[in-house]
């Protein structure tokens, strides 16, 4: 049973370009977090998904950043434009029932940005 | 100051000492749990220790909480160099749908 599954685990991209960053959950688990983690920093929450809905997406900028998780396929967090402040690291964590109550978040190794 | 704050935020030790860190935070909590990152690595779970719950032992960590003074400590006993990490509480709050707020972490260095 493979874990969480994010890629790419680098991606490099010049300002002004996309980003997609592709997040497969575990096996049975149909809801998705994405969190930031800036240098130095802990890990900040962005977008909590379920399939094919948004559930809360308090903590996403408000431009640029989007994120969908379609009834097939991976989940998927997109920045346009970018801007050399988007370069962190992002985390997708999966869970198999609503929010993670008494359940331990399972994490993939996450996706280093760097916008040069 | 944020939820799942960490004192100390750095801490170094030799091998064979015992580690303790805290953890503060602010609203009423579903669970808590402690997170080891190597650098630049993900995020590996070590501990889930629910709000009923005081104490909590895996292996060589020892969870304490207590959810009066909204504080938990993570303690590492006869620590390894392999144990050189940051190190993360994450809280579930009642009112969040299960996202997690983490602190910014406190890092361990473990000299042999």
């Known amino acids: 049973n493979a874990g969480v599954m994010q890629n790419p685990r680098h991606l490099v991209r010049r300002r002004g370009q996309e980003a997609r960053l592709r997040c497969s959950p575990m096996?049975?688990?149909?809801?998705v977090y994405w969190y930031r983690q800036l240098p130095e920093e802990g890990l900040k929450f962005m977008v909590y998904?379920?399939?094919?809905?948004?559930?809360?997406e308090s903590g996403m900028p408000k431009e640029r950043f989007s994120a969908e998780f379609p009834k097939e396929g991976p989940s998927i967090l997109r920045i346009q434009q970018v801007v050399r402040g988007d370069s962190a690291a992002y985390f997708c964590?999966?869970?198999?029932?609503?929010?993670?109550?008494?359940?331990?978040?399972?994490f993939g190794q996450g996706t280093r940005l760097t916008v040069v | 100051s944020q939820q799942g704050e960490e004192d100390p935020q750095a801490l170094s030790i030799q091998e064979g000492e015992n580690a303790t860190m805290n953890c503060s935070y602010k609203?009423?909590?579903?669970?808590l749990q402690w997170y080891r990152q190597n650098s630049g690595r993900g995020l590996v779970h070590l501990i889930l220790i629910r709000s009923n719950e005081r104490e909590k032992h895996s292996g060589r960590l020892r969870v304490t909480l207590d959810t009066s003074k909204k504080s938990s400590s993570l303690l590492i006993t006869a620590s390894r160099a392999a144990d050189t990490a940051s190190y993360f509480c994450?809280?579930?709050?009642?009112?969040?749908?299960?996202?997690?707020?983490f602190g910014a972490g406190t890092q361990v260095v473990v000299t042999p």
């Open positions: 964590a999966s869970s198999p029932t609503m929010g993670q109550l008494n359940t331990e978040a399972f």
């Open positions: 998904l379920q399939k094919e809905n948004i559930i809360d």
């Open positions: 994450a809280t579930d709050s009642t009112d969040s749908w299960g996202k997690l707020q």
């Open positions: 609203t009423s909590i579903n669970n």
């Open positions: 096996k049975g688990h149909s809801h």
